[in-house]
Antibody, heavy 121, light 107 residues
């Protein structure tokens, strides 16, 4: 069974930093690209970042570019999101999500339960 | 970047009704379109992919259609468990993007 478990969320002051982790199990983690998607309270889904299986290709949403860094450790079956210079508008539940397929164009077939990040003084 | 526009934003319906949600892409995405269902406090759940393919385990009352820039999600006969928020997502290219969501409410 595919499992994705996020951790690392919490309350942080504006301008602060936080590192989110996503522990993956139940599949060959090193074969899949991964994504972070967030959802502000009462709002819709916003894609945040993508990393390919080998970390060779990375994309960011414009809203986080230059502040957030996605990374992975295939030996530890883990995905990370380093978030710096946090703003109030970064307050959201952050989900890690795996594509349904390991190849080609694929929707996000598996999601974690999410971890809440609150940016407030 | 590709923008996704869903309509309506809110839909009131009754159990047994047939409902349709529309999603438009700002440019052609072929059939690389997914639909998700989300309930309060839960992660999104994949319902439909490649515009019209039903995800395993999803009831057959859900169906999707369309290609290019116009897509629809249809629920043929609403069940109590279907009242939720629905999102479309294009995965033709990064940045992938979601529609703003359609909240399906009980009339």
């Amino acid at each position: 069974e595919v499992q994705l478990v996020e951790s690392g969320g919490g309350l942080v002051q504006p301008g602060g930093s936080l590192r989110l982790s996503c522990a993956a199990s139940g599949f060959t983690f090193s074969s899949y690209s991964m994504n972070w998607v967030r959802q502000a309270p009462g709002k819709g889904l916003e894609w945040v970042s993508y990393i390919s299986s080998s970390s060779s290709t990375i994309y960011y949403a414009d809203s986080v570019k230059g502040r957030f860094t996605i990374s992975r450790d295939n030996a530890k079956n883990s995905l990370y999101l380093q978030m710096n210079s946090l703003r109030a508008e970064d307050t959201a539940v952050y989900y890690c999500a795996r594509p349904k397929l390991w190849f080609g164009e694929s929707p996000l077939g598996y999601w974690g339960q999410g971890t809440l990040v609150t940016v407030s003084s | 970047d590709i923008q996704m526009t869903q309509s309506p934003s809110t839909l009131s319906a009754s159990v047994g009704d047939r409902v349709t949600i529309t999603c438009r892409a700002s440019q052609s995405i072929s059939s690389w379109l997914a639909w998700y269902q989300q309930k309060p406090g839960k992660a999104p759940k994949l319902l439909i992919y490649k515009a019209s393919s039903l995800e395993s385990g999803v009831p057959s009352r859900f169906s999707g259609s369309g290609s290019g820039t116009e897509f629809t999600l249809t629920i043929s006969s609403l069940q109590p468990d279907d009242f939720a928020t629905y999102y479309c997502q294009q995965y033709n290219s990064y940045p992938c993007s979601f529609g703003q969501g359609t909240k399906l409410e009980i009339k």
